[in-house]
């Protein structure tokens, strides 16, 4: 697997939590299995042995020695270590914006990913991550093609959000290696750049994306960002695989983090999960006796905050609790800090992010929210399955297909009325108590772990 990032080392979002657990996953099916990424200035290299230094990689006439190091978790993680690429404050970009040279420091990734293919772990499958992975099959495809080394060698593209294209100048391709011959419509080209998640979604013998109901959405102009023609091309080889969750980190029958154990035999627990939340949230004790509703996400429009801000009012003025954790764009967290200084009885937020806290929200409320615009699979409403806290969500991507009407609440149109009567609908039946038991239960028996997940990948993996 090639991949930016990979839990523990390196996270930004749920790309990392997939490569960080599905390898191991893998492993457990008889998969031989070793993911590459880079080490950032913030991965240490503590207990790392030091494989290949130097490892000298060639891109457009430019020699650069890069050493790779392996760490092991259940199966072998090298560390691409080039300092004056990787070595940096964040893993994409700072306050400034997204470093300028991100062409170069993900092209070095893909170009290296063949050497170690040659030299350490010699694959029958390259399974590649996102568009920072994406020039590997372009690499196959053009400079490589005539390369006995990777004869019989297939790979496989998973797109885990299509709205990051990876887009750089064209003029860049000889720094990046390629052949110019590749830089045309039906190759790397894209509204006049080079797009690296282009180059996967065409080069690579078949393609994966996180949800069924996702692999479906982004053949329409609605979601395609302008490559549902290429995605439509190849629907034959495009599959939607649901991503697993770590049950080991998020199950409340072991959490570190909550106030309470509990489980499905045994609820008794979610009770003093939600006292502790109102607690350290700072709402006042009457907050026990209503729906506490629970928001741990990303602020952009993206994940449907511009529908909570068109039901901000009647949402905080509601006989229910609001607890958010976030941060993103200035005018969603401009959004929540208002509402909980205009309803401080009822709304509380924390503009960031806490990984302690993100399990408190899932543990203490009863229900979570997410009104996605699109969300390729999402995970925080599979972690409210097992939770017992009730998902309302819009019925998109990974959310559609993992919600079901006997454990969740979905609505079809993005709108902030649909939001509202989506939501309405759960705080109504929160009022029975004996029925919403039986939900929670349903969902808490819900297995999506990586188990499943894998061996989907291990049979596409098999075809290929």
Known sequence: MVSSEAAPFAKSGGLADVVGSLPAALAELGV???????????????????????????LGGTRY???????????????????????????YGNSDGDFPDNHLRFALLARSALEVARRVFRPRVIHCHDWQAGLVPAYLRGPLANDPTFLGVRTLFTIHNLGYPGRCPGAVLPQLGLDPAQFHVDGLEFLGDVSFLKAGLVYADALSTVSRTYAREIQTSEQGFGLDDVLRSRSRVLHGIVNGVDYSLWNPESDPYIAAHYSVSDLAGKRRCKQD?????????????????????????????????????????????LVALGSGEAVYEELFRDLAAAHPSSVAVRIGYDDRLAHQIEAGSDIFLMPSHYEPCGLNQIYSLRYGTIPVVRATGGLDDTIEEGTGFKFQEYSGIALWEALSAALAAWR??????????????????????AREYSQLYRQL
Do not use: H, N
């Open 65 to 91: 020695d890069t050493a790779l190091y392996r760490r092991d978790r259940g199966v072998p993680f090298y560390l691409l270590d080039y300092p004056p690429l990787y070595q940096r404050d964040g893993l």
């Open 32 to 58: 031989e299995a070793a993911v590459l990424l880079p080490r950032y200035g913030s991965v240490p290299l503590d207990g790392a042995v030091r494989v290949f230094d130097p490892l000298p990689i060639w």
């Open 277 to 321: 939340l109102v607690r350290r949230m700072g709402l006042p004790g009457e907050a026990l006796e209503k729906p506490l509703v629970g928001i741990v996400s990303r602020f952009a429009a993206q994940k449907g905050l511009d529908l909570i801000a068109d039901i901000a009012e009647p949402l905080a003025a509601g006989d229910l609790s």
């Open 432 to 453: 029975d108590q004996d029925e919403w038991t039986a939900r929670m239960k349903r969902g808490m028996r819900k297995d999506f772990s990586w188990r499943v997940s």
